[in-house]
């Protein structure tokens, strides 16, 4: 099978699941992210990582999304990440790795970023570390992809309309196809 279409199929069968307290389902999540990506003129990769920032919480992690609302660490953002890396460069898989790290900056740097934040987004933003600190802020803006992670977060967040215009998986299949020929 094709990576692709396997991750297409992983949108249509465990991405169905409810998305952690939200009003959407996991896929339709992601696919949410993507098009929000989009229509900000994102760059492919970006656009990419949106679409996949949450895979970790389905591709087979040992622990899922409903563990990490029980108050377990998933680390969805490494999973997922180290995931799509046998098919994607960096500038898909980074961003996705780092959207946790991303929302913990923001929540640190950002007046009123906080209060945006979703019920679940803030239960799990405990779980995950809370709000960064000096050093770590230091740190996260030093990574090559720091810019493109908050990118993603931004979207993240955004992205839990159950009214919202959700384009299907094979909206994004071309654009995914190119980013492996050349990730």
Request: charged share 20%; proline share 7%.
């Amino acid at each position: 099978m094709d990576p692709v279409t396997e991750i297409g199929d992983l949108f249509a069968g465990e991405g169905a699941q409810d998305y952690l307290g939200e009003q959407v389902s996991v896929a339709v999540h992601m696919r949410q992210a993507g098009a929000l990506a989009e229509a900000a003129g994102a760059p492919p990769e970006q656009v990419a990582a949106a679409l996949l920032h949450d895979v970790g919480h389905i591709c087979g992690a040992t622990l899922s999304g409903r563990e990490l609302m029980a108050g377990h660490d998933n680390r969805h953002g490494d999973s997922g990440a180290a995931w799509l890396a046998q098919w994607f460069g960096p500038e898909v898989t980074e961003p996705v790795r780092l959207h946790v790290a991303a929302k913990r900056y923001l929540c640190a740097v950002e007046p009123g970023y906080f209060e945006k934040l979703s019920p679940a987004s803030v239960y799990t933003l405990s779980v995950q570390g809370g709000p960064m600190n000096e050093a770590e802020v230091t740190a996260f803006e030093a990574l090559p992809q720091a810019a493109a992670a908050v990118a993603v977060r931004r979207w993240d967040e955004q992205a839990k309309d159950p009214d919202g215009p959700t384009p299907e998986f094979d909206h994004f299949r071309p654009l995914l196809t190119r980013l492996l020929a050349t990730g």
